[in-house]
């Protein structure tokens, strides 16, 4: 039977201990082991038009494939939709007195499960784990059916499935289906009682150390007495382990138990960007549960201590302000069972490089190697439920579900800082169509009402709330805040025609008195660029002439009127091309991460580029492509988030000869040290190379400052052609060049 998330009974406790032991190191070693049986490597799969049960599938011809896996990865299913049988033979010798589970932990999407010819249960989830005690139902030989079926929703707006972006997306080749295992199953042992879950977080920061609070699920077959014994051992540092014993009585069925720890001398988890204060540093949390002499289950994760508090999209992380700057984050591979430690890492040291310090994971729950290379990097993480755009009223139960379910799932992260219960709740049919028809409907339900934010996300927010008392939980991303509250803002102009030029964001900022939640935190904004030039080639013709342009928009996510109306390609060859439409990226992300440090808390609380990488070869709002190599694109936007950075404001892109250009020169410092020998060289010239202001503005920069106006110029140039504005901000022995240009007609 499916072990559901029902409560039973709290367990009574019985006595509270608390010790610090003298070893260091992992505990794991000196505990009672379980055995764990992976059931990956080769299975027998079908496509088949319906399925059969049990002994159906007699007459089928069974393809082989390694597991983990997507079905259309199989060289015969490439274009496969729809249904497919999984059978997987293995044998199993049984340990006496223990008791056995099966644990499916990703398979996409909709799953029945059979084991020797008993049905264990009906699943619909990508991500959720599906656990089933099997103890009863193994042999030395055994057969284990999967009937897995991921079908293509034809109408987008009324979608029920809730996969996110790996099924509804203009980043995605839309001849791609999920469906698959791609999570490899295991049989997992233990005793006549196992931990379910484990909820931990700090509740706060004393003195005394770290307050912790400690939710136990255990699923037990027989009740008793049992002995519950945690231990906090140092994963990242050199350091005692602490241990905690606490006695319960528990019953058959689920038990919750709810304790409390105070771990001393704590290592605190910090963004990699804190080092004044700490590093993100972690423990090993071991839980083992024991009856008298009998060790019935054991259990461990990483985790970091630290506290999160969130004020009008403001964090301050363990008490500290933090200025957030983010990018929005895809999934590793749009074929996500390709997952892996390596590549999660690759993209944590990006992260790091690019002076980021939060990726947002973007309408998609990832593989677990992306959380913790996220944990151990030091990476703050907005976590989005899998929702894009609109659903049908009847996903609203399964949705409620699934979001509880990624809760749970994730809630032992540190990196993760917020839950996001939907991206963009609201009628899109395509990005790329900007018809009246659509544009009013979207109009409609992005300003006005929409099933999909009023009801199921105000329902599924209260929900996640419920159980996680800590993070930030925002109903849906992208609401507008005119009309309405209002919660995290998307603009797009310099890219969506109907948001006008990069400029228009300036007429936000200018009016943000009237309008300041519209910048309290802004989550997307961005362009499309191509990637490198050796990496295009992979996926385009070398000659720009020959190019298949339709392809491209078909399979490889390019908005062509959009890139063609910002970035005209007559004149250029394809590396020009490439180069200008990185160039054009560049000065996008840098004038919208330029006016929102100009309002560092005042009262932005951070700024998150859509989007970071590439989840498949594709031309996309990325930096960094489908291949790990960074654009232009990427070393710019490094630049606009450097901890200590200076930059100019021009009110246009283009002046009258004669006319008053005023250009303001600001600085700003996200370090937590005082910059006191700051200094700005300001060289504003014509297009003749004529200093119109030459000068050094020397300030001094207080820790984690407000931006700071340095100087504020009226400039006038008499020549056509271009006004250059050269900023050289030179610190202890750093330098730094920012470069700004208008045009003179």
Same mark, same amino acid.
């Given at each position: 039977?499916?072990?559901?998330?029902?409560?039973? $009974?709290?367990?009574?406790?019985?006595?509270?201990? $608390?010790?610090l032991?003298?070893?260091?190191?992992?505990?794991?070693?000196?505990?009672?082991?379980?055995?764990?049986?992976?059931?990956?490597?080769?299975?027998?799969?079908?496509?088949?038009?319906?399925?059969?049960?049990?002994?159906?599938?007699?007459?089928?011809?069974?393809?082989?494939?390694?597991?983990?896996?997507?079905w259309?990865?199989? /060289?015969?299913? @490439?274009?496969?939709?729809?249904?497919?049988?999984?059978?997987?033979?293995?044998?199993?010798?049984r340990?006496?007195?223990?008791?056995?589970?099966?644990?499916?932990?990703?398979?996409?999407?909709?799953?029945?499960?059979?084991?020797?010819?008993?049905?264990?249960?009906?699943?619909?989830?990508?991500?959720?784990?599906?656990?089933?005690?099997?103890?009863?139902?193994?042999?030395?030989?055994?057969?284990?059916i999967?009937?897995?079926?991921?079908?293509?929703?034809?109408?987008?707006?009324? %979608?029920?499935?809730v996969?996110?972006?790996?099924? +509804?997306?203009?980043?995605?080749d839309?001849?791609?289906n999920?469906?698959?295992?791609?999570?490899?199953?295991?049989?997992?042992?233990?005793?006549?009682?196992?931990?379910?879950?484990?909820?931990? =977080?700090?509740?706060?920061?004393?003195?005394?150390?770290?307050h912790?609070?400690?939710?136990?699920?255990?699923?037990?077959?027989?009740?008793?007495?049992?002995?519950?014994?945690t231990?906090?051992?140092?994963?990242?540092?050199?350091?005692?382990?602490?241990?905690?014993?606490?006695?319960?009585?528990?019953?058959?069925?689920?038990?919750?138990?709810?304790?409390?720890?105070?771990?001393?001398?704590? +290592?605190?988890?910090?963004?990699?960007?804190?080092?004044?204060?700490?590093?993100?540093?972690?423990?090993?949390?071991?839980?083992?549960? @024991?009856?008298?002499?009998?060790?019935?289950?054991?259990?461990?994760?990483?985790?970091?201590?630290?506290?999160?508090?969130?004020?009008?999209?403001?964090?301050?992380?363990?008490?500290?302000?933090v200025w957030?700057?983010?990018?929005?984050l /895809? /999934?590793?591979?749009?074929?996500?069972?390709r997952?892996?430690?390596?590549?999660?890492?690759?993209?944590?040291?990006?992260? *790091?490089?690019?002076?980021?310090?939060?990726? *947002?994971?973007?309408?998609?729950?990832?593989? /677990?190697c992306?959380?913790?290379?996220?944990?151990?990097?030091?990476?703050?993480?907005?976590q989005?439920?899998?929702?894009?755009?609109?659903?049908?009223?009847?996903?609203?139960?399964?949705?409620?579900?699934?979001?509880?379910?990624?809760?749970?799932?994730?809630?032992?992260?540190?990196?993760?800082?917020?839950?996001?219960? =939907?991206?963009?709740?609201?009628?899109?049919?395509?990005?790329?169509?900007?018809?009246?028809?659509?544009?009013?409907?979207?109009?409609?339900?992005?300003?006005?009402?929409?099933?999909?934010?009023?009801?199921?996300?105000?329902?599924?927010?209260?929900?996640?709330?419920?159980?996680?008392?800590?993070?930030?939980?925002?109903?849906?991303s992208?609401?507008?805040?005119?009309?309405?509250?209002?919660?995290?803002? =998307?603009?797009?102009?310099?890219?969506?025609?109907?948001?006008? $030029?990069?400029?228009?964001?300036?007429?936000?900022?200018?009016?943000?008195?009237g309008?300041?939640?519209?910048?309290?935190?802004?989550?997307?904004?961005?362009?499309?660029?191509?990637?490198?030039?050796?990496?295009? $080639?992979?996926?385009?013709d070398?000659?720009?002439? %020959?190019?298949?342009?339709? =392809?491209?928009?078909?399979?490889?996510?390019?908005?062509?009127?959009?890139?063609?109306?910002?970035?005209?390609?007559?004149?250029?060859?394809?590396?020009?091309?490439?180069?200008?439409?990185?160039?054009?990226?560049?000065?996008?992300?840098?004038?919208?991460?330029?006016?929102?440090?100009?309002?560092?808390?005042?009262?932005?609380?951070?700024?998150?580029?859509?989007?970071?990488?590439?989840?498949?070869p594709?031309?996309?709002?990325?930096?960094?492509?489908?291949?790990?190599?960074?654009?232009?694109?990427?070393? %710019?936007?490094?630049?606009?988030?450097?901890?200590?950075?200076?930059?100019?404001?021009?009110?246009?892109?283009?002046?009258?000869?004669?006319?008053?250009?005023?250009?303001?020169?600001?600085?700003?410092?996200?370090?937590?040290?005082?910059?006191?020998?700051?200094?700005?060289?300001?060289?504003?010239?014509?297009?003749?190379?004529?200093?119109?202001?030459?000068?050094?503005?020397?300030?001094?920069?207080?820790?984690?400052?407000?931006?700071?106006?340095?100087a504020?110029?009226?400039?006038?140039?008499?020549?056509?052609? *271009?006004?250059r504005?050269?900023?050289?901000?030179?610190?202890?022995?750093?330098?730094?060049?920012?470069?700004?240009?208008?045009?003179?007609?």
């Amino acid at each position: 039977m499916t072990l559901f998330r029902r409560l039973d $009974t709290p367990a009574r406790r019985r006595n509270n201990r $608390t010790a610090l032991s003298g070893t260091s190191g992992r505990v794991g070693e000196t505990l009672a082991s379980f055995a764990r049986k992976e059931l990956g490597g080769p299975w027998q799969l079908a496509p088949v038009a319906s399925f059969a049960g049990p002994g159906g599938y007699g007459d089928v011809a069974w393809l082989s494939q390694e597991i983990p896996a997507h079905w259309q990865e199989h /060289p015969e299913l @490439t274009t496969h939709v729809g249904k497919v049988a999984y059978r997987k033979t293995f044998d199993f010798k049984r340990a006496r007195g223990k008791r056995t589970r099966l644990v499916l932990p990703g398979v996409f999407y909709y799953c029945t499960t059979y084991l020797n010819g008993t049905r264990l249960g009906d699943h619909e989830g990508f991500f959720e784990p599906q656990v089933y005690d099997v103890t009863d139902l193994l042999a030395s030989s055994n057969e284990l059916i999967l009937e897995v079926e991921c079908p293509d929703e034809e109408d987008k707006n009324r %979608k029920r499935m809730v996969t996110g972006v790996f099924s +509804h997306w203009d980043c995605l080749d839309p001849a791609t289906n999920p469906g698959g295992i791609w999570r490899t199953p295991y049989l997992q042992d233990s005793g006549g009682a196992y931990v379910s879950e484990n909820l931990i =977080h700090t509740e706060r920061l004393s003195d005394e150390g770290a307050h912790q609070v400690e939710r136990l699920f255990i699923q037990a077959v027989e009740g008793g007495e049992v002995r519950v014994t945690t231990t906090y051992t140092p994963e990242t540092f050199d350091g005692k382990a602490q241990k905690f014993v606490n006695e319960f009585e528990i019953r058959p069925g689920l038990n919750s138990v709810k304790m409390r720890h105070v771990v001393a001398d704590p +290592h605190l988890w910090w963004t990699h960007d804190l080092t004044a204060f700490g590093r993100p540093d972690l423990y090993r949390v071991t839980v083992v549960i @024991t009856q008298g002499r009998r060790t019935l289950d054991e259990w461990s994760d990483l985790i970091g201590l630290r506290t999160l508090e969130w004020n009008e999209y403001q964090l301050r992380l363990n008490g500290r302000r933090v200025w957030i700057k983010g990018s929005n984050l /895809p /999934p590793m591979d749009t074929r996500v069972a390709r997952s892996n430690p390596e590549t999660a890492a690759k993209d944590m040291e990006l992260t *790091r490089a690019a002076h980021l310090n939060m990726q *947002r994971v973007h309408a998609h729950v990832g593989a /677990p190697c992306l959380y913790e290379a996220a944990d151990r990097a030091g990476v703050l993480l907005w976590q989005d439920m899998p929702l894009q755009w609109s659903y049908r009223k009847e996903a609203q139960d399964t949705v409620r579900r699934q979001a509880e379910a990624m809760v749970r799932l994730l809630y032992n992260r540190p990196s993760v800082a917020a839950w996001c219960c =939907h991206n963009e709740s609201f009628f899109v049919f395509d990005t790329a169509e900007e018809s009246p028809r659509v544009l009013a409907k979207t109009v409609f339900t992005l300003a006005i009402w929409s099933w999909n934010r009023d009801v199921m996300d105000t329902g599924t927010k209260a929900a996640v709330g419920m159980i996680d008392p800590m993070r930030l939980v925002v109903r849906s991303s992208g609401e507008i805040p005119f009309l309405r509250e209002g919660t995290d803002f =998307h603009f797009y102009g310099g890219w969506y025609r109907i948001m006008g $030029t990069m400029r228009a964001f300036d007429r936000i900022c200018r009016r943000g008195g009237g309008h300041p939640k519209a910048l309290r935190f802004i989550t997307e904004f961005g362009a499309q660029s191509f990637p490198n030039l050796e990496n295009a $080639t992979k996926f385009m013709d070398a000659d720009i002439e %020959k190019i298949d342009w339709k =392809h491209l928009e078909a399979r490889h996510s390019l908005q062509p009127a959009l890139m063609e109306h910002w970035t005209p390609r007559a004149g250029h060859d394809l590396a020009s091309y490439i180069q200008a439409t990185q160039d054009y990226q560049s000065r996008l992300n840098r004038h919208y991460i330029d006016r929102l440090r100009r309002l560092k808390y005042r009262p932005n609380g951070g700024a998150i580029s859509f989007m970071f990488l590439d989840p498949n070869p594709a031309i996309l709002w990325s930096v960094v492509d489908y291949w790990r190599t960074p654009k232009s694109s990427f070393a %710019k936007l490094a630049d606009a988030f450097r901890p200590v950075y200076a930059f100019a404001i021009l009110d246009k892109d283009r002046y009258r000869k004669g006319e008053t250009a005023p250009v303001r020169v600001y600085a700003v410092n996200d370090e937590r040290r005082p910059i006191p020998d700051a200094r700005v060289h300001v060289r504003i010239t014509d297009d003749e190379n004529r200093p119109l202001i030459d000068e050094t503005v020397p300030q001094a920069l207080p820790p984690d400052s407000y931006a700071v106006l340095l100087a504020e110029y009226g400039v006038q140039a008499h020549v056509a052609g *271009r006004l250059r504005v050269e900023l050289t901000l030179l610190h202890s022995d750093e330098s730094f060049e920012n470069v700004y240009e208008a045009e003179i007609v």
